[in-house]
């Protein structure tokens, strides 16, 4: 796989696709696979503490890792297709990236709406825990990151989720600190934030390979 530096982006590589080795789809078959399990094991975490804790920021993390599910899974199934498979997954994953995105800032409006106070210490103790699990599939993807569009995304996804999870910590001791539900609500509008910022540049980037194939 060719990586042309001139054309990088902060979103997604440029790169000159070719069909991935035998060798190659077999390491990211084990890898994705590992992160996808992570990450639902994280969904039901989060999405129980978020609910418990009545917390903006844990329901939102706890979607995004739902929507990592999908793009884990997404990614399994293109690592055996051509590169044109790989390139319709990745715009797939951004317009579910956008789609999360949205749905997180429309939560953020009904919390606002209907204020509760969110349980601080839930908060920052299962972010706790969610930060190491997305640091591991971090460092497992991170490797494999300029192997193609595809992965490169799936990485994208992982980064994001690492800050995610710093911000969902903080918000929970700015919850208790000061006793208000704003950071829980602040968190979860600046998650949405980076997911649809991320997913306009995988869908730009996805475009433009389209594009070039036709």
């Not at 800032?105 to 349980?119: D, R, T, W």
């Not at 969902?168 to 949405?192: E, H, K, Q, R, T």
């Amino acid at each position: 796989v060719l990586i042309n530096e001139k054309h990088s982006n902060p979103y997604c590589c440029e790169a000159e696709n070719i069909d991935l080795t035998k060798e190659q789809n077999s390491s990211l078959q084990k890898v994705f696979w590992i992160v996808l399990i992570i990450n639902l094991v994280m969904f039901f975490t989060e999405a129980i503490g978020g609910y418990i804790a009545r917390s903006n920021a844990l329901w939102a993390d706890s979607l995004d890792m739902l929507a990592d599910v999908f793009v884990y899974g997404l990614s399994l199934y293109v690592l055996s297709k051509g590169h044109q498979a790989r390139v319709k997954a990745s715009l797939v994953k951004g317009w579910l990236m956008v789609a999360l995105g949205l749905f997180v800032v429309g939560e953020a409006v009904y919390k606002i709406i209907h204020p509760i106070q969110p349980i601080a210490e839930t908060i920052s103790i299962i972010g706790g825990i969610a930060l190491i699990a997305n640091a591991i599939c971090l460092m497992l993807l991170i490797r494999h990151k300029n192997t193609d569009l595809n992965t490169k995304s799936a990485w994208i996804c992982s980064r994001n989720d690492v800050m995610g999870n710093v911000a969902v910590i903080i918000a929970g001791l700015l919850v208790g600190y000061f006793n208000s539900m704003w950071p829980d609500i602040l968190v979860g509008l600046g998650i949405a934030f980076i997911v649809l910022q991320s997913s306009f540049g995988i869908i730009k980037e996805g475009l433009g390979h389209k594009k070039e194939q036709n």
